[in-house]
Structures are given as structure tokens and as C-alpha cells.
């Protein structure tokens, strides 16, 4: 179920961002149509995006992307940006997923959308308060630039209010932006099978126009629900629970993100956003203690990898350490080839074998 609502998730943050763009598009149409021209600024408060995600081939979930922010300025530049950390699933352990397995917010927090809109295409939008249209942005996720369009319904709720809606839910396709293998990370993690790699995006974003006074009754398209604006993200919170701690390591040794020079415990450059992040969880699990452990592959000797893999955990709990994190609180452990996660068979497989995990081992007295 996890893997599903990430998956449809990236998809829906296509989608959304689509969305946004639409939104900030028509917002502008707005502003262009009226006697002076405007900023328009997204309200996140009253705006929605979700997606939907399919598991097992049949089973249909339901998630959304909450902390967005757009703005359209007067000369038409459209601009949306996703909080991808903001992935709301209801359940912690799919979010924390969805976040380091599937959109690896750790490298790549913030998806975007951008567009050069056209004001003369909204020009009757004023007086029609209802326009629907097709449209061109393009988006940023996970590193990839891609041009894209959808049709959106573009609503004039009051001269200082307009709503941009998907007409229908817009498919995308996570192999566009290198995400499929992703997918894999998030089946093994939930223990899920034929997660479709597609994901139906529906969204209805509000803008005001800058400096306007939201009205105290919107209409229930644009009316704030529990389940719309603005939510808290690991970034903003002091400390985690134990349960929080504990779903953010078994997740993050996931990524396989940790990487060294062959047959070398000498960390390359490429891991310090995970370990930045495994630097920030384990600060804000101050109570407990956590075990850094190595694994190799079955290649080569029993006891070469078995130093080999005390020695690359040993390196990350001194990059660790040197983020700030108290020597105390870690404890190292090299297993070499004894746990494998995967068959030795396939470089793939080995691939898999050669990682660093993170486990909670008992609290600090």
C-alpha cells in the first residue's frame, strides 16, 4: 500500500505541478483581463492535489502532496513548487517511504513547474468566469526537465479569486523522470507486488490576487478541509518519537545511497545528502542508541569483507560524528557476507548486499 500511494505520488506531483502551473496560468488570464495588471499568489490553504496509486494491479489508494507554493507575475511568468517532503499518505512509515525510496527527497527535495503564460488566451475569463482550456508547462522532478500539458477548468470565484481544477485526472508516467527503478525500492520495502507505474493526478488550486483579503465564504470547491494546506515536515520538528526513529532508519537503509570506492572503506562525495539526513534523524532521536552496520557481497575472501565491512561502518559513524551527532550514541558493526538481503548470483543482486544499515539497539540511560 505504501509503495503504491509514493508511486502514484511522484506521478501526482507531475500532475500537480501541472495543476499549479494551470492554476497560476489562469490566475494571471485573471489579472490580465482586469484594468490593472497583478501578481497572483497560490492560496495553500484552500488548494488541493492528490493522486492515486495501484497496487496488486487492482488496489486503488489515495494520497496527496500537502505544502505548495506558487506565484504568477505580471508579465506572465508562472511558477509552482512541491514540497515532495510533504507527501501525505496518513500512515508515517508510507510517507518516510515515499519520501527516501521513491522521490529521494534527500537529494532532491523540491519538484517545480514553470511557464510562460499567454494572457490573451484568459482574455474573457472575466466576463465568461468559467474557461476551459489545455495547457503547456514544464516540470522538474527528481532532477529531469520535461515539457507536458493538461486540460484544466478555470474558475473566477470572486475578481480576486480563481480556481484551476483538473477537467479529468491526469496520468503520468514515472519512467519519464528516471523514477522506475524506484518503484522496485518501494515493492521490496512494502512487500508489495505490480505497483503500475502510472499515476491519475486530480488537483483544484486556488490563487488570490496579491494583497487581496481571501472573502469569509468561498464557495465548497475552494473551502479549506482537514485534509487540505499546509502540514509540518521532519524539518520543523524538534525530535521524533521512537516510533518516528525507528521507521526513518529501517527506510533509510533502504536507499542505498551510501557509497565507497571498490574494495575501499573511503566514502565518496556522492553520499553526503543521505548521510546529512542521517545526520538530522539521528539528532532528533537524542534517547536513543543506533547500531551502523556493514554488509559486502559474497565476492572475495570471508575475512576481507568481514574487516571490509567494519571498516566502511566505522567511516560513516565518523561522518557521522563529525555532523555533530555525540560518538556515544552510535555503535558500529561489520557482518561482512553473513546477511545478505539477496541472492549473490547477479551484480544487481550483489549490489543489494553491499549496503550500510541503521538499526535502533536499546535507549541511552
Known amino acids: 500500500m505504501p509503495l503504491a500511494s509514493r508511486i502514484l505520488s511522484t506521478p501526482s506531483s507531475r500532475a500537480v505541478l ?31 492535489l492528490t493522486y492515486q496509486s495501484v497496487k496488486k494491479n487492482t488496489v486503488v489508494e489515495t494520497n496527496s502532496i500537502r505544502n505548495i507554493a506558487g506565484t504568477l507575475t505580471q508579465d506572465g511568468q508562472a511558477k509552482v513548487v512541491f514540497d515532495l517532503d510533504s507527501v501525505d499518505t496518513g500512515i508515517d512509515l508510507r510517507n518516510v517511504r515515499m519520501r527516501f525510496l521513491f522521490f529521494e527527497t534527500f537529494k532532491f527535495p523540491k519538484a517545480e513547474v514553470t511557464a510562460k503564460v499567454d494572457p490573451a488566451a484568459f482574455a474573457e475569463l472575466p466576463s465568461k468566469r468559467r474557461m476551459t482550456s489545455k495547457l503547456p508547462f ?22 480576486d479569486m480563481v480556481s484551476v481544477a483538473s477537467e479529468s485526472p491526469v496520468a503520468v508516467n514515472v519512467a519519464d523522470f528516471g523514477l522506475l527503478p524506484n518503484i522496485e525500492k518501494l515493492q521490496t520495502a512494502a512487500n508489495v507486488t505490480n505497483i503500475v507505474p502510472t499515476a491519475s493526478v486530480s ?3 486556488v490563487f488570490n490576487a496579491e494583497g487581496s483579503v481571501a472573502p469569509v465564504a468561498v464557495t465548497a470547491a475552494a473551502a479549506p478541509a482537514a485534509d487540505v494546506g499546509p502540514v509540518a515536515t521532519d524539518a520543523s520538528k524538534a525530535s521524533f518519537s521512537n516510533d518516528e ?47 551502523i552496520s556493514g554488509h559486502t557481497d559474497s565476492d572475495g575472501a570471508d575475512e576481507s569483507n568481514q574487516r571490509l565491512s567494519e571498516r566502511r561502518a566505522k567511516a560513516v559513524a565518523e561522518a557521522i560524528v563529525a555532523g555533530g551527532i555525540p560518538d556515544a550514541q552510535l555503535t558500529v558493526a561489520g557482518y561482512g557476507e553473513a546477511r545478505p538481503v ?8 550483489k549490489a543489494l548486499n553491499r549496503r550500510i544499515e541503521f538499526q535502533v539497539v536499546k535507549g541511552i540511560n
Open 342 to 349: 539477496a541472492p549473490n548470483d547477479t551484480g544487481k543482486n
Open 245 to 291: 526513529c525507528v521507521n526513518r532508519f529501517e527506510v533509510i537503509s533502504r536507499t542505498g545511497a551510501i557509497y565507497f570506492r571498490t574494495a575501499s572503506a573511503q566514502l565518496n562525495a556522492a553520499s553526503k545528502p543521505l548521510l546529512d539526513a542521517v545526520v538530522d534523524v539521528v539528532g532528533k532521536c537524542p534517547d536513543l542508541k543506533i547500531e
Open 18 to 48: 501541472r495543476a499549479l502551473r494551470i492554476a497560476v496560468i489562469v490566475a494571471f488570464a485573471a489579472s490580465a483581463g482586469a484594468a490593472n495588471a497583478q501578481d497572483w499568489i497560490l492560496n495553500a490553504a484552500a488548494s488541493k
Open 203 to 205: 488537483f483544484d488550486f
Open 138 to 159: 514544464v516540470l522538474n522532478l527528481h532532477g529531469v526537465d520535461k515539457t507536458l500539458e493538461a486540460n484544466v477548468v478555470v474558475t473566477m470565484i470572486t475578481d
